[in-house]
């Protein structure tokens, strides 16, 4: 696919492409939509994984980068297959919106909640002891879902920094989990895979070497977010690639949700960088953790932008339009969920009975992607020179 930047007039909801069109339609019936999303972040987790297990040998990028993305996927998958378990079992609308505002992200109180509700019926006591522990084990490290989302905080990489994460265990193991909860809510595993109840139920598995292998390690000089924005925007690229080979829509809310991530981080490593005209550290520190692309990510760097941008005599024509397409994303996913689920808690389909070209939906993203990525690198060159100026003032005087 050829370079993509923002253009003018480009609307993310056009048809341009008829042969990359899908309609996306839910059922509005919890049980069924959510175990729909749930079907399809496993398969594109188990797709990304499988070619990071399966590709060329040491590909570092692979498998210190696309790793975080296969591995959030398929966490979130278990998520949405629980969800899709208490509605299965019978919960009402206003139950399950109860169960879902109190529990969020957290599986193993999702588990518990379908235990006390329906019982656990379908596995036999080792295989519950077995998942019990392991839904335990991704609660110790990752209760809000964004351990692999976002970079990894001090107190994370301070336990895990310069060890090397097993990508072949991981992946297993979260497949085990996925196929026993799907033979306790439907009495059958999962693709027929059956629980190896020799593994040890841990999420969080090192390996002995990093070769092939999640290396948890930065460099000083590393901005911490690298990782995370190469990770999310090529398996984005890489799915998209699929969908146009196989135009299978189950790919696109996957697509959409990470490629949105990957601009959220971006925004949020320019918010970071240290500049002579950077954002000042108070509002960094209000605005880190937001998901409002526009209100306070947006704003919060566009003064230093823009300065920089007059600075290099640069027209101002290229920061308008990128603000009109990060309203129009802003608009659409506020607060980067709504991919992520196929209704909000309270039962609102905000996104539902649309025709979607994928393609010119997914260039419009990549566009918006290319040019915060190339900010980064050119106030990088900037920083660099700032510093060499100081160096040299303060080496005359």
């Given at each position: ?343 909000s808690f309270s039962n609102e389909y905000k996104f539902n ?45």
């Amino acid at each position: 696919m050829e370079y993509v930047w923002v253009e003018k007039d480009k609307n993310i909801k056009d048809i341009l492409n008829e042969e990359m069109k899908v309609h996306v339609k839910w059922s509005k019936k919890t049980d069924e939509d959510y175990l729909d999303l749930s079907r399809q972040y496993m398969n594109t987790s188990y797709i990304t994984l499988k070619d990071i297990i399966e590709g060329q040998y040491n590909d570092n990028i692979k498998y210190d980068m696309w790793f975080l993305p296969g591995i959030y996927m398929m966490r979130q998958a278990i998520e949405l297959l629980l969800k899709a378990g208490l509605a299965v079992k019978g919960a009402t609308k206003s139950e399950l919106q109860g169960i879902f505002i109190v529990n969020k992200h957290n599986v193993k109180e999702l588990y518990n909640t379908f235990k006390d509700r329906y019982c656990i019926e379908e596995l036999n006591k080792a295989e519950q002891m077995w998942l019990e522990k392991y839904l335990d084990s991704i609660e110790l490290v990752d209760s809000s879902s964004d351990l692999f989302r976002y970079p990894f905080k001090d107190e994370f990489m301070h336990q895990y920094g310069d060890k090397a994460l097993d990508v072949w265990k991981m992946s297993n193991k979260l497949i085990y989990c996925y196929s026993t909860l799907n033979k306790m809510i439907f009495g059958e595993w999962f693709n027929e895979v059956e629980l190896d109840i020799e593994e040890e139920p841990q999420f969080i598995h090192l390996a002995m070497t990093g070769i092939n292998n999640c290396y948890l390690w930065d460099s000083p000089w590393s901005d911490g977010f690298h990782r995370q924005v190469t990770g999310y925007s090529e398996v984005a690229t890489f799915l998209f690639e699929r969908f146009k080979e196989s135009k299978d829509g189950g790919l696109f809310y996957p697509i959409v949700f990470l490629m949105r991530n990957a601009i959220e981080i971006g925004l949020k490593r320019l918010l970071h960088i240290k500049m002579e005209q950077s954002v000042d550290e108070n509002t960094i520190r209000r605005k880190r953790n937001s998901h409002l692309l526009y209100k306070d990510l947006w704003n919060s760097i566009k003064p230093m932008l823009v300065y920089y941008s007059e600075e290099d005599n640069q027209d101002k024509e290229t920061l308008d339009l990128v603000e009109t397409y990060i309203k129009a994303l802003n608009s659409l996913d506020k607060n980067g969920d709504m991919f992520r689920y196929p209704c909000s808690f309270s039962n609102e389909y905000k996104f539902n009975d649309e025709e979607i070209d994928v393609e010119n939906f997914y260039s419009y993203l990549l566009g918006l992607f290319h040019f915060i990525d190339s900010c980064d690198s050119w106030l990088d060159n900037i920083k660099d020179y700032e510093m060499e100026m100081r160096s040299y003032v303060e080496w005359e005087y």
